[in-house]
């Protein structure tokens, strides 16, 4: 699976939008980009994936580039709930049932929303 | 909506013992994951169980062991504890690939603490 690159941490004022960015230079054609969040100690949270087109679900607009080496997860009006460790990760199609469907967790992005 | 459901939530132990953490996942999910997160670290994928079958095996000590039978609840069973193995375990579960998008689903952890 791709290597991401996120940045350590973020801030950003309740209400504005969010836009957290990622690299994914390595990823190969048939790879989703996956996003998921952790509020502190708390079980992660599936946020939207997408493969090459853009994303829009009730949580976040999934923005992705059109060589597809990076992508943007934005979060239209931020709330202070949404303080939290944002993980971007790469990871191929459930090609069978069962196999290769773990995700491999990077170094995400620290988002602080400041009232 | 039915969630994954682990327990105990916390469990204290001292070095040398033995701890069982159970998980059973949303109903109609047909795999099973397991990640052990030590603080301030990710999430790091240790095993998975698709069909009550071991489907893909991270870094697992050779001290733990998990199963999955047949109603489809796991358990993680962890010998010879510890200090480092002190951590949240959390458990996810994801829906057959003929359904599923590719996200999992992710139970809110289980705290081990080793004394």
């Known amino acids: 699976d791709a290597k991401t690159t996120q940045p350590t941490s973020m801030d950003c004022a309740e209400g504005r939008a969010a836009n957290l960015p990622c690299n994914h230079s390595t990823i190969s054609g048939n790879e989703y980009v996956y996003w998921y969040r952790q509020i502190h100690s708390q079980g992660p949270q599936y946020i939207i994936h997408?493969?090459?087109?853009?994303e829009t679900n009730e949580m976040a607009s999934l923005i992705i580039t059109e060589d597809r080496k990076s992508s943007t997860l934005i979060l239209p009006h931020a709330t202070l709930r949404d303080t939290a460790v944002y993980y971007c990760?790469?990871?191929?199609?459930?090609?069978?049932?069962?196999?290769?469907?773990?995700?491999?967790w990077g170094l995400g992005t620290s988002l602080a929303v400041n009232p | 909506a039915a969630g994954v459901i682990q327990s105990p939530r916390h469990l204290i132990k001292e070095k040398r013992e033995t701890a069982t953490l159970k998980c059973y996942p949303i109903p109609r999910h047909d795999t099973v994951y397991w990640y052990q997160q030590g603080p301030g670290q990710d999430p790091q994928f240790l095993i998975s169980f698709y069909e009550k079958m071991q489907s893909d095996k991270g870094s697992i000590p050779d001290r733990f062991s998990a199963q999955q039978f047949s109603d489809y609840h796991s358990e993680l069973n962890m010998s010879s504890l510890e200090l480092g193995d002190s951590a949240l375990y959390f458990c996810?579960?994801?829906?057959?690939?003929?359904?599923?998008?590719?996200?999992?689903?992710f139970g809110e952890g289980s705290r081990l603490t080793v004394l």
């Open positions: 997408g493969l090459k087109n853009n």
């Open positions: 990760i790469v990871r191929g199609p459930t090609i069978n049932a069962g196999n290769n469907r773990k995700l491999i």
């Open positions: 996810a579960s994801s829906r057959p690939s003929s359904v599923s998008t590719g996200e999992l689903f």
